[in-house]
C-alpha cells in the first residue's frame, strides 16, 4: 500500500503531524489535570468569599458565640469553610469544627493586596484549597477561606470549557495538514512520476522531454534527466547511422570486388589489360576496405580508453616539419602553395605518431579542398601554457549547418565527390578528435564559406601526468 513515493511522503508528513498534535494533547491534558475546571472553580469561590466578608465590616471579635453564627451563616450562604485566625495560628471561630480536622494554616502569610489560593493537607490527610486575607479593622487577625481540593476526573477534563476548542483547533489542524500533506506528496512525487513515465517511453523509441517542476533537487534531477536522456538518443541515433553508414562503406568495394571477380570468372575479362585492370580494382577496394577496418578498430580503442600511447618527450616543430615535406609533392602538384610558419615551440610529452597522423590527416585534406592556385597555411605556437597549432586553406568553406557534425563519423560535407583509392570515408577527423582529446587538448573548427576553414589543435604544455604510459581519453 505504501509502496510508491508519494505514499509513503503522504504517511511520513500524516505521522509528524499526529505525533506533534498528540504532544500538544498530552500537555493541554496535564495541564488540565493539574489544574481543572473544579479547582479553578473552587479557587474563584475562595476568592469571592474572601472579598464579601473581608468587606463585610467589624467583625464581633469580643462576642465568640456571635462571631461562630455569623461564620457558620456565611460559610452555608458561600458553600465555603470560614475561620478567623490570630497571627499566632489560633483559630478563633471556624464554620466547621468538628466535621473537618483543624486547619494549621499560615495565616501570617496574608496579603492585604488580595488573597492567594493555597494548599495544604489536614490531619486526617484531606487536600485544601484556602485563602488568607488580613483584616484591617482588626490588626492581628486573618480571615481564611477554605474548601476541600477537588480530584480531576476524565469527565471533567471534557466538560471543560478549553478542552472543546481545542479539540476543535487539534482536528482542523490535522485535517488541514492531511490535505497540505497530500499536495507536498504529489508537488515532490510528481515528476519523478513523469520522469519515470518518459523513461518507460524511451525505452519503447518514444521519448518525451520532462518540464523541471516541484522542489530545487527534482528539477535538478529532471534536467540531468533530460540530459541524459538526450544523450542517449542521440547515441541511438548514431548508432543506427553508424551501422547504416559502414554498411554503405562496405557495400560499394564489395560490390566492385564482386563484379570484378565475376568477369574474370565467366570469361568477360580475357585480355591481359583487362584482367590487369579487374585486379587492381579488386586490391584498391581490399585495401580500402583495409583502411576502413583499421580505422574502425582504432575509433573503438579510443573509445574503449584502452590505446596505448607511446609518450615520450618530442619535438613538435621538427614533427610538423616533417608533415609539411611530405605533402611538398602533392601540394606542387594540385598547385597549392603550402606555406609553413613555425615559432619556437617547446618540447612536450606525446606520442609523436598519433599526433603525426592528426597532422597529417588535417593538411591533407586541407591540400584537397584548397583550389589551384590557392593556398594551404601551416601555423604554430604558444600562449598562457597552451600549445597552438593551425591548419588554414583558402578552400570554398563549411556552411555553418554542417559545422557541428564534421567531426562526426561517416560525415562528409562534399557528398558529391567522386569515388576511389584516394576518397576518405568520414573517419579521419573522428580518429584525430579522438587522439588530441587523449592528449588532453582540443580539435576546433572555424569557417566561413566562400572564405576557407581553419582546424586548430590546441594541447597543454604541462600535464600532472606526463610519465604515464597509458592515456585515457578525457571526456
Known amino acids: 500500500m505504501f509502496n510508491s513515493l508519494a505514499a509513503r511522503l503522504w504517511l511520513t508528513y500524516a505521522l509528524v503531524t499526529a505525533v506533534v498534535l498528540a504532544l ?27 472579598e464579601v466578608l473581608g468587606q463585610n465590616g467589624r467583625l464581633p471579635l469580643n462576642d465568640p458565640e456571635e462571631l461562630q453564627s455569623l461564620v457558620a451563616r456565611a460559610a452555608e450562604l ?45 490531619s486526617q490527610g484531606q487536600r485544601w484549597l484556602y485563602t488568607v486575607r488580613p483584616l484591617t479593622h482588626a490588626p492581628g487577625f486573618f480571615l481564611v477561606t477554605a474548601t476541600p481540593r477537588p480530584r480531576a476526573t476524565v469527565r471533567g477534563i471534557l466538560s471543560d470549557e478549553l478542552f472543546r476548542p481545542l479539540f476543535r483547533a487539534g482536528a482542523l489542524a490535522l485535517g488541514l495538514a492531511l490535505l497540505f500533506s497530500i499536495l507536498i506528496s504529489r508537488w515532490v512525487a510528481g515528476p519523478l512520476q513523469r520522469m519515470s513515465a518518459s523513461a518507460r517511453a524511451m525505452a519503447e523509441g518514444q521519448f518525451q522531454p520532462v518540464k ?27 548508432q543506427r ?3 547504416a553508414n559502414v554498411s554503405h562503406e562496405l557495400k ?29 580494382v579488386i586490391h584498391d577496394e581490399a585495401a580500402r576496405m583495409h583502411r576502413l577496418v583499421l580505422d574502425l578498430l582504432d575509433l573503438a580503442r579510443l573509445d574503449a580508453g584502452i590505446v596505448a600511447f607511446d609518450r615520450q618527450p618530442m619535438d613538435l616543430a621538427a614533427l610538423l616539419r616533417g608533415v609539411a615535406e611530405k605533402f611538398a609533392l602533392q601540394s606542387q602538384t594540385a598547385g597549392v602553395a603550402l606555406d609553413v610558419v ?7 610529452v606525446g606520442d609523436g605518431d598519433r599526433l603525426a597522423q592528426v597532422f597529417t590527416n588535417l593538411v591533407d585534406n586541407a591540400i584537397q579542398h584548397a583550389p589551384s592556385g590557392g593556398w594551404v597555411r601551416l601555423r604554430g605556437g604558444q600562449q598562457d601554457g597552451v600549445l597552438t597549432v593551425s591548419v588554414a586553406d583558402n578552400g570554398p568553406g563549411i556552411p555553418s549547418e554542417e559545422q557541428a557534425r564534421i567531426f562526426e563519423r561517416f560525415y562528409q560535407v562534399d557528398k558529391a565527390r567522386g569515388g576511389g583509392a584516394g576518397r576518405g570515408v568520414g573517419l579521419g577527423l573522428a580518429i584525430a578528435r579522438e587522439i588530441v582529446q587523449a592528449h588532453g587538448g582540443r580539435l576546433t573548427l572555424e569557417s566561413q564559406l566562400g572564405e576557407g576553414s581553419r582546424f586548430s589543435v590546441s594541447l597543454p604544455l604541462v600535464r600532472p601526468d606526463d610519465s604515464t604510459v597509458k592515456m585515457k581519453i578525457k571526456r
Open 342 to 348: 613555425l615559432d619556437e615551440l617547446p618540447r612536450i
Open 212 to 238: 523541471p517542476e516541484g522542489p530545487n533537487e527534482v528539477q535538478a534531477l529532471a534536467r540531468s534527466f533530460n540530459e541524459m536522456a538526450g544523450r542517449v538518443v542521440a547515441g541511438q541515433r548514431s
Open 78 to 122: 458561600l458553600d465555603v469553610r470560614v475561620m478567623i485566625v490570630r497571627a499566632d495560628g489560633h483559630i478563633v471561630a471556624d464554620s466547621e469544627p468538628a466535621e473537618s480536622g483543624p486547619l494549621q494554616v499560615e495565616a501570617g502569610d496574608g496579603q492585604p493586596g488580595g488573597p492567594a489560593t493555597r494548599t495544604l493537607v489536614d
Open 252 to 280: 560499394t568495394p564489395l560490390t566492385a570486388i564482386q563484379g570484378f571477380a565475376q568477369a574474370i570468372l565467366d570469361g568477360t575479362a580475357r585480355t591481359p589489360e583487362a584482367l590487369h585492370k579487374a585486379a587492381q
Open 241 to 243: 547511422d553508424f551501422v
Open 24 to 50: 500538544v494533547a498530552a500537555a493541554i491534558a496535564f495541564y488540565l489535570l493539574g489544574n481543572p475546571i473544579e479547582v479553578r472553580q473552587a479557587n474563584l469561590r475562595l476568592g469571592a468569599a474572601s
